[in-house]
């Protein structure tokens, strides 16, 4: 069953922006609605909002067209002076805290393209209907991260032989009001803690990380789903068993460990965790809708990513499917940035045509020309996007 019109309509004009200042505090949204134009709102409270694919053609993602995720609210006060960052569990040998002074001044700085999706990006064409953001194709962005990496600080404080999993907490507020909740705290195997690109960052494109990214400190862990990207990070836990914080249990970024039919129900004890996320690609240019002389080539482009993994090949057809052609792709900047490609096709009548990508990663997995594995959450959707093309004479 193919949603053409999701697929293909064009985003609405919501904006969302945002607010700098040492210290900061937490701006109302029409505040925050000012310096990311062209973004479409999902809705308020929380604050969420995707970006319309034609308005990520870059190769680093600015931080105006970045997506914007929360499970709360934005914290009362994001003061760089003052924050601190302490490291504990059951699982860490010599517990610390950190300014980020601190940790600028004691590791080493690094910076990395790190691609950055949701893991709910196009739960909107998954029937039934799955709770949640109706998110697109805008969930996603690869924007340039700088800070200091995870595994160093870890090592600074000692990871006992028995650890298993890294967690976060962060000091964002529980849409009820009750100070005592936490929002979500989720976290990584420790392996992927250990990898060289998890960082503990404190910069977004060069600047102090605005506060709707999570100002003035946060994780990206690059490749599995931003809900483990920590915002507002105020607390990291070594844990000697897998972390069970909010958003860890029940259907929360899980998906069937085995294949189900749609709209079953799948009992918790059924469901497993989401860790890489799938081979996936978007068209950047043209934006669906254009309307193109027949006849004469139709130049193309856009990113394509695969979580832990590289795209191998990037395939385009513009028949519906029924033949493809190859794309030419770029390497990534880093491991774990998303790579770009470009490809032509002509369209060879007046009429109305689909061009469709699909990547391959360096498994030999393809994407899904339909939506693939229904799950209760609508997550891991990476069937092949496309867009509208109008041949005129």
Request: hydrophobic content about 40%; some cysteine.
């Amino acid at each position: 069953m193919l949603n053409r019109r999701r697929w293909l309509a064009g985003s609405g004009a919501g904006v969302l922006g945002l607010a700098m200042g040492p210290p900061l505090l937490a701006a109302s949204n029409d505040a925050l609605m000012a310096a990311k134009p062209g973004l479409r709102q999902l809705n308020e409270r929380p604050l969420n909002a995707e970006t319309p694919a034609h308005l990520l053609a870059d190769a680093t993602t600015p931080t105006e067209r970045l997506f914007v995720r929360n499970n709360g609210l934005l914290p009362s006060a994001m003061d760089a002076q003052t924050w601190q960052l302490s490291v504990a569990g059951e699982s860490c040998i010599r517990p610390a805290s950190f300014t980020i002074d601190e940790l600028k001044t004691r590791f080493e700085q690094v910076s990395y393209d790190l691609q950055l999706e949701c893991g709910g990006n196009g739960r909107a064409e998954f029937r039934p209907r799955a709770s949640g953001n109706q998110w697109t194709t805008g969930a996603i962005g690869c924007p340039r991260w700088r800070g200091v990496r995870l595994r160093d600080v870890l090592d600074y404080c000692g990871v006992a032989s028995d650890a298993v999993f890294v967690a976060y907490e962060a000091s964002d507020r529980h849409l009820s009001g009750d100070p005592s909740k936490q929002v979500i705290s989720r976290g990584v195997p420790l392996s992927k803690a250990l990898e060289a690109e998890s960082l503990i960052a404190f910069e977004l494109n060069g600047e102090p990380i605005p506060e709707l990214h999570g100002a003035p400190l946060r994780l990206v862990v690059g490749g599995w789903p931003g809900s483990v990207s920590g915002k507002w990070l105020t607390r990291l836990l070594v844990r000697n068993r897998v972390h069970d914080g909010p958003k860890m249990l029940g259907n929360s970024y899980r998906v069937p460990c085995e294949p189900v039919a749609p709209g079953a129900d799948v009992p918790p004890g059924s469901m497993c965790i989401i860790e890489s996320m799938p081979v996936k690609s978007l068209i950047t240019s043209p934006a669906s809708g254009v309307v193109v002389r027949a006849g004469k080539p139709l130049e193309l482009s856009g990113h394509a990513w695969a979580g832990d993994l590289a795209v191998a090949s990037m395939a385009i057809s513009a028949d519906f499917g029924q033949t493809w052609q190859s794309a030419e792709l770029a390497q990534p900047r880093n491991r774990l940035a998303w790579q770009q490609w470009q490809g032509r096709v002509t369209l060879p009548t007046t009429g109305y045509f689909e061009i469709w990508a699909r990547a391959t990663d360096s498994l030999g997995r393809s994407q899904p020309m339909l939506v693939p594995g229904w799950n209760p959450k609508g997550y891991l959707n990476n069937a092949c996007h496309r867009v509208a093309v109008q041949a005129v004479a």
